[in-house]
């Protein structure tokens, strides 16, 4: 399997950033509610990148997003359908996303960094020194 998996990534990394985009998932298909501290957010709040590994990804642009106050209200929830029925078995090594936290204005290494999130309800807590 892990010779399927070297061969699939390599194929990927072949492939152009258009090409990614338009075969992996995307954002308005995915995204069936966002709010950050109590306001709505869609689909514009997000920036297409690509991994080689993960293809389409999305980056929140922080630009427009700010919060003063602590707590869940405050931070960012999302619900997504992460279209299993989409995922390349046997390649996929499960259901889910990956989360990067990573500050604005900086490139989310997607590959290196992050935080795997299985299907289901799951919080994450920030502190900010």
Known sequence: ?????????????????????????????????????????????FTPISSTRYGSCYTLKSDSLVSTTPGPQSGLTLILNIEAYEYVSPSSSGNGIKI???????????EEQGVNIAPGRTSIGLNRD
Do not use: A, W
């Open 100 to 110: 990067v936290l990573h500050e604005p204005g900086s490139y989310p290494f997607v």
């Open 1 to 45: 399997m892990q010779t399927r998996d070297l061969f699939i990534s390599s194929e990927m990394s072949k492939l152009n950033t258009s090409t990614i985009e338009r075969l992996g998932h995307n954002i308005d298909d995915m995204l069936l509610h966002c709010s950050f501290n109590s306001k709505i957010c869609n689909s514009s709040f």
